[in-house]
């Protein structure tokens, strides 16, 4: 694997993390704590390293949330915890995400054991997708007793992160050990099955006492100046050819030229100049001060070398030259790559499951759909559509289930 | 840069600088105590020299230190005894750091297991041209009961080795007292009776510092056990600094000449100690952390200090704030002051909330809504905890009121600190 595109950042020390956690003013009633869409409480796993208790931290992250280590290292903290954080009104922030990441790196390396699967409530549920919602339903069943089969299209469970997020911000081993944990828990992953072709959903919906959907939202949009374009990919095929690859790709452009101002659109760029792409142009539809991406994710871009260029649309694609206009001025751009690639986001692919789905997104207000039996969760239930999102989405469907079914067992 | 003066005179001695190495691994031969002479150190208290007899043969290891959050060295435990190499190599490096630094002050510390060997070291340590003798009764981690803090304790025994002292040399002579005491006064005047001119204090205090918890042993561990040994640090400064105290204003002690030693690694702690009454200053700890080289800021820092007071020489500091410190009884009780808090200043974290009602008197109310603390007057008793625990500053002392039916002004009651303003 090539030793740029795998390299994580540094983790704490015990030593770093005490003086991170010792920066943290550990505040009455925590804003850290009410920021948190997955409602993760670091004001109470800051405490806990604070007073030298990682166990306890690890119990915390761990009870709240199956995919911690994750969050820890992709979640866009300046938007949530880190946005809230009291020590803003004195300098900086305190690096929630980075503690976190201490801590379950430490839970992982303790072998801890946190979740503990419920007794047996005779009942059944069918997940459909493995990606981060999928894998929080499954955890929140069967803490709750349920027992739980996911079908995940792929060979590898995990979803996007597993096939999107790139390997110096999400280290596969991490995704494969938040997996483990879950499969041993209890959930029963059934890969190489798509549901709908491989698997009906009235097949589900039989062997099963709820079915919830969580296929995301995969499929690249495009435009259609770039239709039958070949020097055109989409950012989710790439990222994953990539991940899949470990890095070891063999057409790495000299020019490249990314479209989009997004996390995805920033990964791709970065996963390029990390691969010795000689110049990569990164062109967004937004400005500056209305970007998608997370600030984390637009530093690391531009440290990594990208040339980033705000608030112009593609207008024309002569063969692999593409002209942008400027969206409030009168200016032209035009970039001759060896690669064009989309990262102008994802819609759903929810073809046979009995998914109403309408431009892209799904009417349903909730977790409901019209069938009492069938349920959504993740990127295509309404909110964010991140991972933090996804965890979140994942819990509160799992509740809504159990409500249902059992009148809540917890 | 700033040039003041920092020379105090000392038993009769000239410093150029009121800080030594303290007796200690820190000047334990010749190489490291010219280095420290190099860097600025007015003088040194050679590493305590023993008689021929008593052999040396320490552990390993032999230190250990208490840490806080990310703190190291917030307190440091020592295990080594007295000077490791022989008494003639001993007597040859006090000798020629004489010969090569004429203008500093060379101290020999010396330890007997009676009062012969106390006579014959006091002898030597005269005849290798030592400036000054200090008399190691307290080091804590012996391995003999006739030597160290058990001697110490004993005023008798103080007494009889300091006139053996006396008989043996000339030299002014402080004796060296351990703070593992209730009242280390009697100690002290048994060596004034003995003939010390006067006391270097503390040494270290008797501690365990942390245990294993898997091997269930106290640290460090020596070949499966440890001991008890002597604590150092900061976090022993206080209590160095309440026995400074407790000497210069026993009675006829008021005037008594004192080595500081004690959690010295700033220019604010030295100053600190000069102000209670001591005139020199010893300093191990923070040089095992850190190297010769802090003596730089504890010197420069001092004489800005001294600028700030307006005085010109370091000595007019010293015990200045002795009569400021007196018994509990004589406090005025009068009044109360409440804290003020700056909602400008606020970053609304409720510390002094949990603070006031965990630890005080439940006077702090708590808007939820506007993350914003204030204070309830009725039941505020003015005890400043909120003041100490705000990260921000945003909380000061305010409004001074009379208790009721007490006589006075409470506008002339003096409470402020540049220590609580510190931000």
Not at chain 1, 137 to 158: C, F, H, N, P
Request: with cysteine.
């Amino acid at each position: 694997m090539s030793k740029k595109y795998e390299t994580e950042t540094p983790s704490y020390t015990m030593t770093t993390v005490m003086e991170e956690a010792a920066r943290c003013l550990l505040c009455h009633d925590a804003p850290c704590s009410q920021a948190c869409p997955a409602h993760t409480d670091p004001g109470k796993f800051i405490r806990s390293v604070r007073f030298r208790n990682v166990k306890g931290a690890a119990e915390t992250i761990r009870e709240n949330n199956a995919l911690g280590a994750i969050c820890a290292r992709v979640c866009p903290t300046e938007k949530y915890c880190e946005l809230a954080c009291s020590r803003t009104g004195i300098d900086s922030p305190i690096d929630i995400g980075g503690i976190q990441r201490y801590v379950t790196d430490f839970e992982q390396q303790a072998k801890m054991d946190i979740l503990k699967k419920g007794d047996s409530n005779g009942k059944t549920i069918a997940i459909v997708g493995s990606g981060p919602a999928g894998l929080q339903t499954a955890t929140t069943m069967l803490e709750r007793g349920y027992a739980v089969d996911i079908y995940e299209k792929s060979e590898k469970a995990g979803g996007y992160l597993t096939y999107g997020i790139p390997e110096y911000r999400l280290p596969q081993d991490i995704v494969d050990f938040e997996i483990k944990r879950i499969v041993n828990l209890g959930a029963d992953i059934h890969y190489n099955v798509t549901v709908g072709k491989d698997i009906t959903m009235d097949d589900l919906k039989a062997n099963h006492d709820a079915v919830v959907v969580a296929v995301g939202a995969s499929e690249a949009k495009s435009l259609s100046i770039f239709a039958g374009n070949d020097y055109v990919e989409s950012a989710v095929d790439f990222l994953a050819r990539v991940k899949d690859a470990k890095g070891d790709i063999t057409d790495v452009p000299q020019n490249a030229v990314v479209i989009g101002g997004g996390d995805v659109a920033m990964d791709v760029a970065t996963t390029l100049k990390r691969l010795d792409a000689k110049n990569v142009t990164d062109v967004a539809y937004e400005e500056f001060d209305e970007f998608r991406a997370s600030k984390k994710e637009l530093e690391g871009t531009r440290k990594a070398g990208v040339t980033i260029v705000d608030g112009y649309v593609p207008s024309a694609v002569d063969d692999n030259v593409v002209t942008f206009k400027h969206r409030k001025i009168d200016s032209e751009l035009k970039i001759k790559a060896d690669k064009i690639i989309l990262a102008i986001g994802q819609q759903i692919n929810a073809d046979n499951l009995g998914i109403n789905i309408e431009r892209g997104v799904v009417p349903y207000v909730g977790y409901k759909t019209e069938d009492p039996k069938v349920y959504i969760t993740g990127d295509i239930a309404k909110g964010d559509q991140t991972v933090v999102w996804a965890v979140r989405k994942g819990k509160k469907v799992a509740d809504l289930v159990d409500q249902t079914l059992l009148g809540g067992t917890k | 840069m700033i040039d003041k003066d920092l020379s105090v005179d000392f038993m009769g001695v000239h410093f150029e600088n009121p800080f030594l190495l303290s007796s200690s691994p820190v000047g334990n031969c010749y190489d490291m105590c010219a280095k420290a002479f190099d860097e600025g150190w007015g003088g040194v208290v050679f590493k305590t020299i023993g008689p021929k007899h008593f052999k040396i043969d320490e552990v390993s290891p032999r230190f250990d230190e208490l840490t806080k959050e990310g703190t190291p060295f917030v307190g440091f435990k020592n295990m080594e005894q007295i000077a490791e190499h022989p008494l003639e190599e001993n007597l040859h490096d006090l000798k020629k750091l004489k010969e090569n630094y004429p203008d500093k002050i060379v101290v020999a510390s010396i330890m007997g297991t009676n009062e012969e060997d106390w006579e014959e070291l006091a002898q030597l340590v005269t005849e290798a041209k030592a400036d000054m003798i200090e008399m190691n009764l307290s080091c804590p981690q012996m391995t003999s009961h006739e030597m160290g803090s058990d001697v110490g304790t004993n005023p008798e025994l103080v007494k009889k080795y300091c006139a053996a002292v006396k008989r043996g040399s000339d030299l002014p002579m402080m004796a060296k007292m351990t703070p593992n005491i209730t009242d280390m006064v009697p100690a002290a005047k048994a060596s004034m009776d003995g003939g010390a001119d006067g006391i270097a204090t503390i040494n270290t205090v008797k501690s365990i510092s942390n245990i294993d918890l898997d091997k269930k042993v106290a640290l460090p561990i020596v070949n499966g056990k440890s001991s008890i040994s002597g604590f150092s640090g900061k976090a022993v400064k206080p209590i160095a600094l309440r026995f400074i105290q407790q000497l210069r204003t026993a009675a006829g002690m008021e005037l008594l000449p004192i080595s500081g030693i004690g959690g010295i690694e700033t220019w604010q702690d030295a100053a600190e100690f000069i102000l209670l009454g001591a005139t020199t200053l010893q300093v191990t700890t923070s040089v095992m952390q850190y190297g010769y080289r802090i003596v730089e800021d504890m010197k420069n820092g001092l004489m800005h200090y001294m600028e700030e007071q307006h005085v010109d020489h370091l000595s007019d500091l010293i015990g200045l704030a002795t009569k400021n410190i007196v018994p509990a009884e004589d406090l005025d009780r009068d009044y109360k002051v409440y804290p003020k808090i700056d909602w400008d200043k606020c970053i609304g974290c409720g510390r002094c909330y949990i603070s006031c009602f965990d630890g005080a008197h439940q006077a702090i109310t708590w808007d939820e809504e506007k993350r914003r603390p204030s204070v309830n007057i009725n039941r505020c008793v003015g005890c400043q905890l909120c003041n100490l625990v705000c990260p921000v500053g945003a909380i000061t002392t305010g409004e001074k009121v009379m208790k009721p039916g007490r006589q006075g002004k409470a506008e002339d009651k003096q409470v402020d600190s540049s220590r609580l303003t510190h931000f």
